[in-house]
């Protein structure tokens, strides 16, 4: 009924994208309508990084203990709608037992004890349902609270224009290990959290 909550799997699709690199061009610039159209050196490393983001956020404290508070709540609210699941089919055996003994004096009785166990199943659905649109807000406020973190983060990492692009790992098929920069990334963002828990 309830969802695991995964951060990994919800944000895995981000591009994380920055600010334009300052790097001196050393090809030719070519015009094109009088405007002087600048091309990157690539006999070097191309000014790339990326993150991979299953690492990052298995790895990242606040995204483990937002997961961690999600399992929590989860496990609570299951808890609850299965003890008033527990207590709604005690009073449905005691009916059937009732019903098997005759011991309804009258079918007005009857009717009056299966209309209120009827509505009270009723009311146990609703409770459950609404318990799990409110995880699912919740968990989607947690989402947007770890991607803004990350993203703001890497923006302000890349302010002084050292990489044209910070990918995730997802979206590339191949890249060398060396444009790797998550246990960098992962290292400041937990200094950054620990730092504002203080």
């Known amino acids: 009924m309830y969802r695991y909550f995964t951060l ?21 610039a070519v015009e094109k309508d009088n405007a002087p159209v600048q091309t ?23 995204a483990k203990d ?44 009857f009717e009056q004890e299966q209309q209120r166990l009827l509505k009270k199943q009723q009311e146990l659905q609703a409770y459950a349902q609404q318990l799990e649109n409110e995880l699912l807000q919740e968990q989607q406020k947690m989402l947007i609270q770890v991607t803004d973190s990350i993203t703001n983060f890497i923006k302000e990492y890349n302010k002084d224009g050292r990489y044209e692009a910070i990918l995730n790992n997802s979206s590339v098929l ?24 203080k």
């Open 66 to 109: 937002l997961n961690e508070q999600m399992l929590t709540r989860q496990e609570n609210a299951r808890a609850t709608v299965n003890e008033k699941g527990r207590q709604l089919e005690k009073e449905v055996a005691e009916f059937e037992r009732k019903v098997k003994n005759n011991a309804f004096l009258s079918q007005e009785r």
């Open 8 to 28: 990994s799997t919800a944000i895995a699709g981000i591009f994380l994208a920055t600010t334009s690199c300052q790097k001196p061009v050393s090809a030719p």
């Open 40 to 62: 990157v050196d690539f006999s070097g490393h191309l000014p790339i990084a990326y993150v991979e983001v299953d690492s990052l956020l298995n790895n990242y404290n606040l």
């Open 174 to 197: 191949y890249i060398k290990p060396s444009y790797n920069i998550t246990p960098e990334i992962t290292r400041l963002l937990n200094n950054r959290y620990t730092s504002k828990q």
